[in-house]
Each structure stands twice: as C-alpha cells, then as structure tokens.
C-alpha cells in the first residue's frame, strides 16, 4: 500500500511575511504548483497556489471584464508585477482562510487524493505530528494513479 511518505517531494516553504515578488520569482523560476506557506514555529499555515498570485497582480477590472485585458496599452501590462512590490506573502492569501490541505505521513494515497481533490488543491503538505516532511503535487499524485505512458 502507498502512503503518502512514500509520495513526497521537497519543496520550497515561505513564511507569512516573506517578500511576495520573491516568492512569485520561486514559482516562476520552478514552474512550481503552488507553495507551502509557513506561520508559527515553521507550522503549515496555508498554501499559496500560483493561480493566487496570478489573481492578485491582475487589477479586478480587468478580472471583471477580461475583454479589457486586449486593449490595454503594453506598458500596464509590463507594471503587473510592480503590484507585488513592498507585498507579503500574508498580502497574497485569501482574505479569509479556507482549510489547510494537509495529510499525515501514514494517511494513504486514497485519503491524500481525497483531501486534493475536495479543496481543490494543486497540492497537498505531508506532516510528521506538526513537522512538514514534503509535498504531495497533483501531478506526482496522477503520475502514481495513472501509471507510465
């Protein structure tokens, strides 16, 4: 049987008041999912999905009216990313805290894949009691379910 343990990868952990355009460099730089936001004495606090940020440097008018985003001049495209200057990490969450897709060491792959799949995370922080030993990615967990091509 396949246990989460036996699923994760390192990956990156930014702290609530890390610099938001170095952690959207991380994101970028990796091609990542997603990070694994710290609190607390290095606790899992939240996950920031790269679709999060995307959501946060686009200005909601044009998120309101996409039809916008084809006639805006090239130079406010260009200064997207200053919105995340002087930001925080804790800047870029939700404002209101949805719940943490986290599993234990030993949960197995069906638990993992359920606690993915119900809040819809790209992925999911594995612990050890409170000490966070990896991730689990949506796309390491299908590579598992599906198998090789």
Known sequence: MVHANDLVEEFPLVD?????????RILATRRLPGLVV????????????????????????????PSLAGVIDESVADRIAARLVGRTVRDL??????????????????????VMARLRSPLVAVLDGDAIIGVVTASRLLGVLCGPL
């Open 93 to 114: 969450l939700p404002k209101n805290p949805v719940e943490l897709p986290t599993v234990n060491a030993d949960d197995t792959m069906l638990e993992l894949a359920a």
């Open 38 to 65: 710290t609190g607390e004495l290095g606790r899992p606090y939240a996950i920031l999905p790269a679709s999060q940020v995307v959501r946060f440097v686009v200005p909601g008018y044009i998120q309101d009216d």
């Open 16 to 24: 609530l008041d890390a610099d938001a355009l170095d952690a959207a």
